[in-house]
């Protein structure tokens, strides 16, 4: 049982946003009205940062499309740092690996 | 050879838990295939939940039951189903995704409709 948590920070315009635990149908509110209240800060950039997710469903992945669907409406970049393997492997399978942005870890962690 | 049954209320906390059952089969089944029905439970499960029309006092039955070649998971509601996606485009649209997902990873799948809806899949071990 390890719930589901989001968490962010935004520092230049640049969004980090952290989420953690499982997120599925349960964390889906959650994590919808967390995202659109960062967006309504003015950023110019929203980083998902999936690392710490240890397992994401449809309903989830359906989020994070939504997500993007309004930064590029908005003309906002989403980009996202991707989860463990059983995390990725739903973008994969969902052939959306290649659609949404994937990018490195954040800086400031590959320098400890 | 190894079964999981579980009975569920209606309600999105019953998705997590009808996941986490499927750790019972830990040492049974490899982790790729524990993984995957994870995700595949999760996804059916939350198809009833959320469109089954169920109230929170009708329960949800999970059933997982492993033999020598196969798993089979199958989740009955008492609801009335739904229709199939007929067309690709109409599978990526939102709640045709869980099922998108199935598909993509089951072996075979189906829907039974009688007394309530049951959805079954089987991937090899």
């Known amino acids: 049982m390890s719930g589901f948590s989001i968490t962010s920070e935004i ?39 999936l690392r710490a997710l ?11 499309l939504a997500a993007d669907s309004r930064a590029r409406r908005e003309g906002r970049r989403l980009a996202l740092v991707p989860g463990p393997e059983p995390v990725h492997r739903v973008f994969r399978i969902a052939l959306l690996d290649r659609r ?13 | 050879m190894a079964d999981v049954a579980l009975r569920l209320r209606a309600d999105p906390t019953s998705i997590p838990e009808a996941r986490h059952a499927v750790d019972r089969l830990r040492g049974v089944l490899e982790d790729a ?15 009833s939940v959320r469109h089954a029309g169920l109230g929170e006092r009708d329960p949800i039955e999970l059933r ?17 189903g739904f229709e199939l996606p007929g067309e690709p485009t109409t599978m990526f649209r939102d709640s045709g995704w869980g099922l998108y997902l199935v598909d ?4 075979r ?17």
């Open chain 2, 104 to 107: 993509r990873l089951a072996d």
């Open chain 2, 33 to 47: 295939v524990l993984q995957d029905l994870r995700l595949m439970v999760s996804e059916v499960v939350t198809n």
């Open chain 1, 100 to 112: 949404l942005e994937f990018v490195g870890p954040p800086e400031e962690d590959t320098h400890g």
């Open chain 1, 11 to 49: 520092r230049g315009g640049v969004a980090m946003v952290v989420m953690a635990g499982e997120f599925d149908l349960v964390a889906a509110p959650d994590a919808d009205r967390h995202l659109t209240e960062v967006e309504c800060q003015g950023v110019s950039e929203v980083v998902l940062d």
């Open chain 2, 109 to 125: 799948w189906g829907v039974t409709s009688g007394r309530g809806t049951t959805v079954w899949f089987e991937i090899s071990r």
């Open chain 2, 64 to 80: 997982i039951s492993v033999d020598k070649e196969r798993v089979r998971v199958e989740v009955r509601d008492a609801g009335p």
């Open chain 1, 54 to 64: 240890e397992f994401l469903d449809s309903t989830g992945l359906r989020v994070i």
